[in-house]
């Protein structure tokens, strides 16, 4: 399942007999943000008054906007959708702070090719300490 669709409950689904059955692909983790990243997120929600009920949502949300914004900035007056795309597909590990470093190419139009997945720990109710990014090759 995709990790940014599950409820906050997720954990009352797993349990004892379904364990290591149940699988969640996240784009990014906790680690991923850094400090400046967290702080504009949350700027971000103070500012507009919103809540953080699906924040990793909201955290992909914003990174997309943020590519966005990059590219429209990069290709300034001469804005048309074939500058635009030339800009995106040059993006290499552009860093929103939310999520793994985004690259695109010609022949690549996903940003991050991979996923951390993970399962629930269904006695303790957590995720796994430590995460490893696994990528699409």
């Known amino acids: ?4 669709l ?3 409950n997720i954990s ?5 007999k379904t364990k290591d059955k149940i699988f969640l692909a996240f784009p990014t983790v906790p680690a991923d943000v850094t400090a400046a990243g967290a702080a504009e997120y949350s700027s971000l929600l103070q500012r507009n ?9 909201q ?3 914003m990174a997309a906007a943020k590519i966005l914004v990059h590219a429209l900035e990069l290709c300034g007056k ?3 959708r074939e500058r635009l795309i030339t800009t995106l597909e040059g993006l290499y590990e552009y860093d929103t702070g939310l999520m793994p470093r985004i690259t695109f190419g010609p022949n690549r ?5 991979g996923a951390y997945v993970v399962t629930l720990d269904p006695e ?3 995720f796994p300490a430590s995460l490893e990014w696994i990528a699409v090759e």
């Open 1 to 4: 399942m995709l990790g940014t």
């Open 12 to 16: 009352d689904a797993v349990t004892i």
């Open 6 to 8: 599950v409820g906050r």
């Open 78 to 80: 001469d804005l048309s």
């Open 49 to 57: 008054k919103l809540q953080a009920t699906h924040a990793a949502a």
């Open 59 to 61: 955290a992909s949300a």
């Open 109 to 113: 139009r996903i940003g991050a090719l």
């Open 124 to 126: 303790k109710k957590l």
